[in-house]
């Protein structure tokens, strides 16, 4: 079955630093890749989709790389803030299969 | 935009008695409704998919008689937990997705907090 790996549970990073955060999976690629923002005691909110056949996706300070050769997505935040601190989760989706299977997430806390 | 709702946010029940948690798409038509669980520190687990107008997809594992998910119009979706037990405590999410096609995100309401005396 499909495995997904958040890189570490914890990350610590300085503000105004880069966060990079990692999400590797096994067996075949999805469709799509989503990443998603969760507070404690909150549902996630949606940050950034890409599909199989895109390399990249930015938002604002937030992007997104999609490799499917490494079977690894990597989600950047430049410049850093403190009010970026969150959990942050992965979640894959199939073609013909409506559900998103998620990470275990990491815990992301910007120092200031 | 994309706004979804879940009442409540917290209970509180006795063990043996039923709970109902309702969820919302306050602006859209939501096709289909996701209910997933998350237990302490651990990822978003999905327990069912439901799509308007008929029975639920649940996930293996899972018991449709223990959680009865009904589906009744575009923009309300509603989770019974019924005989509940201590094991049920848990924090209950649900999504909702404009489309059957994956090019729609899901959107997330912002939890129920279940806990089982």
């Known amino acids: 079955s499909q495995k997904i790996e958040q890189n570490s549970e914890a990350l610590n990073i300085q503000e105004g630093k880069t966060a990079t955060l990692t999400c590797n999976y096994t067996?075949?690629?999805?469709?799509?890749l989503q990443w998603y923002r969760q507070d404690p005691g909150r549902g996630p909110v949606f940050l950034l989709l890409?599909?199989?056949?895109?390399k990249e996706k930015r938002k604002e300070r937030l992007k997104v790389t999609f490799d499917t050769t490494l079977k690894q997505s990597l989600f950047h935040i430049t410049a850093s803030q403190p009010a970026d601190s969150a959990t942050y989760l992965c979640?894959?989706?199939?073609?013909?299969?409506?559900?998103?299977?998620f990470g275990t997430g990491t815990r992301l806390t910007i120092i200031p | 935009g994309a706004v979804v709702s879940q009442h409540p946010s917290w209970v509180i029940c006795k063990s043996g008695t039923s709970v109902k948690i309702e969820c919302r798409s306050l602006?859209?038509?939501?096709?289909?409704m996701f209910w997933y669980r998350q237990f302490p520190k651990q990822s978003l687990m999905l327990m069912a998919t439901?799509?308007?107008?008929?029975?639920?997809?649940?996930e293996q594992g899972v018991e449709k008689d223990k959680f009865l998910i009904n589906h009744a119009s575009l923009t309300l979706s509603t989770l019974t937990v019924t005989s509940a037990h201590p094991e049920d405590s848990s924090f209950y999410i649900c999504?909702?997705?404009?489309?059957?096609?994956?090019?729609?995100?899901?959107?997330f309401g912002p939890g129920t907090r279940l806990t089982v005396t």
């Open positions: 999504s909702a997705s404009p489309g059957t096609s994956l090019s729609y995100e899901q959107y």
């Open positions: 067996n075949y690629s999805p469709a799509y």
């Open positions: 890409i599909r199989e056949n895109e």
């Open positions: 979640a894959l989706a199939y073609f013909g299969n409506e559900k998103l299977t």
């Open positions: 602006d859209f038509q939501a096709t289909t």
């Open positions: 439901s799509n308007e107008g008929s029975k639920a997809t649940y």
